[in-house]
Structure formats: C-alpha cells, structure tokens
C-alpha cells in the first residue's frame, strides 16, 4: 500500500501548477513505471519537476513539493518511507521497541517519535541530495501521523502566536487511546478554538493511520 502526503510551497497558478505535475508524476511513476520504492519515486519526480520548468539562469523556480511517502506490507508490518521536508512521525507505547531513536514527545504511556526526511523540497534544487529510504518495523497498535505545517504555524489563543509542534506533539500523545474518529474530532476542535477569528494562513491536511 502506497499513500502520501504533500504540501506545494507555491500558491495561486504556480502552486496548482506545482499540484497538478507532481500528481501526474506519482501516478505515471507507481502505475506506469511500477516503482514502488519511496526514495526511487521521490528522485524520479524530482527530475521531472525539473524537467518541467525551464531553469536557464535568471529564470529559475522557487516553488517546490514537501511531501512523505509510504510503502507499507500488511502481511510483515514493513515500511518504507522516503521525505521531502516532510517528516513521519509515529506514536507507539513505552512498553514497546523504539521503532527509531529520534523521539519528539513522551509521557507516561506513550512516545512520540520522528523519521526525519531528506531537507530538500521536490522541484527546487538546494545541493540536489538523493532522496533516502528508511525501513521501519512496525507493530500492532502503532499510529503513523502526517501532517503539513498548516496546523502548527496557525495564529491564535490568548497572544495571537503560532500553535508551535512541541503542542501539537504533545496532544497526539494525550489522545493516543482515542479512537481516530475521535482524535479527528479533538484535533479539529482545537484548531478551531485555537484559530477562533484570526485569519487561516496556511491550508491544512492531517492524516492518521492506525495498525492492526
């Protein structure tokens, strides 16, 4: 099972212009080409954003693609995930294996822990990096989190600063028990709250996935 999640830094026509070839590119990289490894597919959709755009000095582009793809077996609980300034993070008991060392939020249940992705964006090129592969084990009861920077750089509360990632973070863990429909329900009523009258600055997809 292949699903991502993705973010284009552009907005107005360059941004859409930006959605609607990296669309094309996943779906003509996994069901033409039959790609399935996350890293090959980000490298290969990274040539064709640049194969895309004329980049002849004076007229390069600064719009780019973050985005957090996965590969995930079922039957052996594997899985693959490459990022484009995306990270995945993964929520699993103490009790457990660290599934990686990199852990952003604990307390006395739960921890919160971060595959960090390859910083550099589809599309436009810093040091143009090969995208890389991480494997991880997963385990019964682990939920996977992917989010764009839209919930966390929101606007609000008492002082009109950002929600911030360390609070964000924090309630993942906090509503770890909930089913996810219920965790839907918390993560948007809080942004809701949170926003209250101030103006939305960033569009916002969140996606959460259990594994049984």
């Not at 069901?31 to 890293?39: H, I, K, Q």
């Not at 810093?126 to 920077?149: A, P």
């Not at 924090?170 to 996810?180: F, M, N, R």
Request: hydrophobic share 35%; aromatic share 10%; proline share 4%.
């Amino acid at each position: 099972i292949l699903f991502a999640m993705a973010d284009c830094t552009g907005h107005g026509v360059p941004g859409a212009f930006m959605s609607i070839i990296g669309t094309y590119g996943l779906n003509n990289l996994v069901n033409e080409s039959n790609l399935t490894n996350p890293g090959e597919i980000l490298n290969e959709m990274n040539t064709l954003f640049k194969n895309s755009f004329d980049q002849s000095e004076g007229s390069e582009i600064f719009d780019g693609m973050d985005i957090c793809l996965c590969l995930y077996n079922p039957l052996t609980k594997e899985l693959n995930y490459a990022g484009a300034n995306l990270p995945l993070h993964i929520l699993r008991k103490n009790s457990k294996p660290q599934p990686t060392a990199h852990i952003v939020h604990t307390n006395n249940q739960f921890s919160l822990y971060q595959v960090k992705p390859t910083k550099q964006p589809i599309g436009y090129i810093f040091e143009n990096s090969n995208y890389v592969t991480h494997g991880i084990q997963l385990m019964e009861g682990d939920i996977l989190y992917l989010f764009t920077d839209g919930f966390a750089d929101q606007f609000g509360g008492l002082y009109r600063k950002k929600f911030r990632y360390q609070e964000l973070r924090k309630l993942l863990c906090e509503i770890a028990t909930k089913p996810l429909s219920e965790q839907h329900t918390i993560l948007h009523d809080t942004f809701k709250t949170w926003k209250s009258d101030n103006i939305q600055v960033d569009d916002m997809s969140f996606m959460g996935v259990k594994i049984s």
